[in-house]
């Protein structure tokens, strides 16, 4: 739990949140003293002919709810503080003056707390009393609280909840009646599942940094927490694993029909899905991402299901949390004379910036076929060159070095996250492992230029960034300057051949790099080395003059390289991360030799 934000006051960030949406889709208006989203009169097309649809609880689940006001989804939203419910009074004004008054009726979508439903039940009612036709769907999708637990109450309502409101937004768009909405809306809730996963509760802005302590004690670093609510409800399990390892206990609460507990809906292989990934707020999309994938995986190879729609993003949040739910909807037939399906309704169009839409249903629906990766690797072999090396002396050298930058990491990363991003050690490290790999796993090559080849691939394919790109280019130029030095007849490489190389692969990196020894880079190791194996033909003290150019660097200003940015003064006590890790190798390659 972070404790950190740029907003200390809860109700300033409320009101701005919202007010926000009009910035963002101008079409909808704001009620500041009720806290209700709605669409202006004009956005809405004959009224008359089309329900209304508003839904609405504590504020801090963004884009919930009122992220989904507009066209084609909620006619308002009714907000209240964080993770409190509104008014019966801000509901009442809502369904009084704030929606078509011609409309053709009016639905309210509530998720399952105690707070919502009564709220908004007394709102309804008193709607009702108004003589308004309203009815009201309450959403209870999560799994994570059983039936023993449930009890009375029943189970929580979390980002199933989605899906009944923009399935429901759709038929309203569409000219449903009001009873044809409701029942529809009810099957969507009555088919949706949903569980989450948390490693932290959530930290509400102005509250005391004492809670991010207690949250920490509470749930320590490695615990993930089964059936956390989107309020900061304790789930039902703790667990110290690993994502594989949740995902597929997080599944089995949604699918395993021997589970009397949780067997809310019945889902077989055979069944047509929906699946949709919430993000509480605090992951990023990078992780998303890949729980997506690791979800789907499972689903297919345990489940035999393969989602018809699968949507993911910020759907149902809990301000910065650091979880996620999933949520399986099993699509069955609507009903509607029309032959609209449930997936017709959660593709149809909106104008809410709280759904995520890029997809079109052509594009889904169309058939792809599989493509398979072989790379045609004919053009891409190397010529044999006439240089030979010592197969095992090289292997012993190159394994000296990477050894040496594989045990410099935890250093090299320390460095670079004071001087820059802290991505120099880790990178460093994949190439070394990479090289280290190839070396493990093929025979010694008599070839220098092949054997160097073989090390320019492996690093290629390990090893991204700029350092990367910087290696490999300094190193496709050295097989490229050896190879000018090669003859009709076999013969040993030796320094003098290596220091002409390495000499002119320095000339030719500098027509993609400015840097030059004295800026704070890697040349600052580079260029000693090469000019004193130029000068003496000795690697050792090639690798000694490298060593002291990457201490040089210490205090030294930069002139190019992230280090350039960085504030502070922290970064004069470390050298180089560049320099240090290439002066690290190559004082192991010479102890190697």
């Known amino acids: 739990m972070s404790a950190k934000h740029f907003l200390d006051n809860a109700s300033h960030a409320v009101v701005a949140a919202l007010r926000s949406l009009t910035l963002t889709n101008p079409s909808l208006v704001f009620d500041e003293p009720n806290k209700i989203v709605y669409r202006h009169p004009l956005s809405v097309a004959s009224p008359h002919e089309k329900i209304s649809l508003i839904c609405g609880g504590g504020s801090g689940h963004e884009p919930a709810f009122a992220g989904y006001v507009g066209k084609g ?10 993770f409190a419910s509104p008014s019966a009074e801000q509901i009442r004004t809502c369904l009084a003056h704030r929606l078509p008054p011609k409309s053709k009726g009016t639905l309210v979508i509530v998720m399952n707390y105690t707070g919502d439903v009564l709220n908004f039940g007394m709102g309804v009612e008193q709607a009702r009393a108004m003589g308004k036709e309203v009815e009201i769907v309450v959403v209870a999708d999560d799994v994570g609280v059983g039936r023993e637990k449930g009890g009375k109450v029943g189970r929580r309502g979390i980002s199933g909840a989605c899906l009944v409101v923009k399935a429901c937004g759709a038929m309203a768009e569409l000219g449903f009646s009001l009873s044809e909405t409701v029942r529809v809306g009810k099957l969507i809730a009555d088919n949706v599942v949903s569980v989450a996963v948390s490693l932290s509760r959530t930290h509400v802005p102005g509250r005391p940094e004492q809670d991010a302590i207690e949250e920490a004690e509470r749930l320590p670093q490695g615990t993930m927490e089964i059936g956390m609510g989107i309020h900061n409800e304790p789930g039902c399990e703790r667990l110290e694993t690993d994502l594989p390892d949740v995902v597929a206990k997080m ?9 009397k507990d949780r067997a809310y809906v019945n889902i077989e292989s055979s069944d047509q899905t929906v699946l949709l990934i919430n993000n509480f707020g605090g992951l990023s999309n990078l992780e998303l991402g890949a729980i997506t994938t690791e979800v789907w995986t499972q689903l297919g190879r345990n489940y035999r299901l393969r989602p018809e729609r699968v949507i993911t993003g910020v759907m149902n949040g809990s301000l910065n ?22 997936v017709d309704l959660i593709d149809f169009p909106s104008e809410a910036i709280g759904w995520p839409a890029p997809i079109t249903s052509e594009t889904w629906e169309k058939e792809y076929t599989e493509i398979q990766h072989e790379e045609d690797s004919s053009e891409e072999e190397v010529k044999p060159s006439h240089l030979r090396v010592h197969g095992e002396q090289f292997r012993k050298a190159l394994k000296s070095g990477l050894d040496r930058v594989i045990a410099a990491e935890p250093d090299v990363t320390k460095f670079d996250t004071i001087a820059g991003d802290g991505d120099c050690g880790i990178g460093l490290k994949r190439g070394a492992e990479a090289v280290h790999n190839l070396l493990e ?10 054997a160097l080849s073989n090390v ?11 350092s990367g790109a910087l290696y490999a280019i300094f190193l496709n130029t050295l097989v490229h300057d050896l190879r000018l030095q090669d003859s009709s007849e076999s013969k040993d490489i030796d320094s003098q051949i290596w220091a002409k190389a390495l000499a002119s692969s320095l000339r030719a990196i500098s027509r993609y790099t400015p840097a030059q020894p004295g800026d704070r880079t890697l040349m600052d190791a ?38 350039v940015y960085v504030g502070g003064e922290d970064w004069q006590g ?6 240090y890790g290439l002066s690290e190798f190559l004082n192991g390659l010479a102890d190697g030799l």
């Open 441 to 450: 796993h093929s025979k010694p090559v008599e070839d220098a230029v092949l």
């Open 526 to 563: 580079l260029y000693p080395f090469v000019k004193t194996l130029e000068r003496t033909g000795n690697t050792k003290e090639a690798a000694e003059a490298a060593q002291k150019g990457a201490e040089s660097t210490r205090g030294m200003k930069a002139s190019l390289g992230r280090t």
């Open 574 to 579: 470390v050298p180089d991360p560049g320099a």
């Open 321 to 342: 949390g650091l979880g996620f739910g999933v949520s399986v909807l099993k699509l069955v037939d609507t009903g509607i004379k029309q032959g609209i399906s449930m």
């Open 251 to 259: 599944l089995a609460q949604l699918l395993d029909p021997e589970d």
């Open 73 to 82: 989804l909620l006619t308002a939203c009714v907000a209240g503080t964080i």
């Open 456 to 466: 320019v691939r492996a690093i290629e394919g390990s090893m991204d960034g700029t």
